[in-house]
């Protein structure tokens, strides 16, 4: 269960401390520094690289989610278990959006010089995001005070 519980809080740190670093310091100092044209191909890259993570860390996170799960609880677990859970493929759901749709279109905008679509589509992302890192948050919480709260 060790080797599980390392994976699934490998996966956590690096999808949610990626999230808020994107969020509360890339992007504000690229914004302050950079204008547009430079700003949004450097952002465009940066999520080309953190999105490969989160891939990686979904792939862990539900892996040994579901090995936690079936293994230590033998699928029965506490409420903020299940909570969790439900988070868990609530913020994985809005990533899938923002992977399949704000980010591809920003790519293609990006692609044909088309800076306002890319710009729309990048505060878009920034928003799903911002959504994404609260949920993150509170889904962290629950897992660590959740067995004394819930």
Request: hydrophobic letters at 60%.
């Amino acid at each position: 269960m060790s080797v599980a519980l390392v994976f699934h809080l490998f996966g956590s740190i690096i999808w949610v401390g990626g999230m808020f670093f994107a969020h509360m310091a890339l992007r504000p100092a690229a914004a302050e520094l950079l204008q547009p044209p430079l700003r949004l191909p450097l952002l465009k890259a940066v999520l080309d690289r953190f999105f490969l993570w989160v891939w990686v860390a979904i792939a862990a996170i539900l892996g040994s989610g579901y090995w936690i799960f079936l293994g230590l609880w033998q699928g029965e677990a506490g409420l903020h278990v299940h909570l969790m859970q439900g988070s868990g493929v609530l913020m994985i759901c809005i990533f899938l959006y923002i992977y399949f749709r704000p980010y591809r279109r920003m790519g293609v905008a990006l692609t044909a010089g088309e800076l306002p679509a890319a710009a729309a589509e990048m505060a878009r992302i920034r928003r799903l995001i911002g959504i994404n890192l609260i949920l993150g948050l509170l889904t962290s919480m629950t897992a660590k005070i959740g067995p004394y709260v819930i």
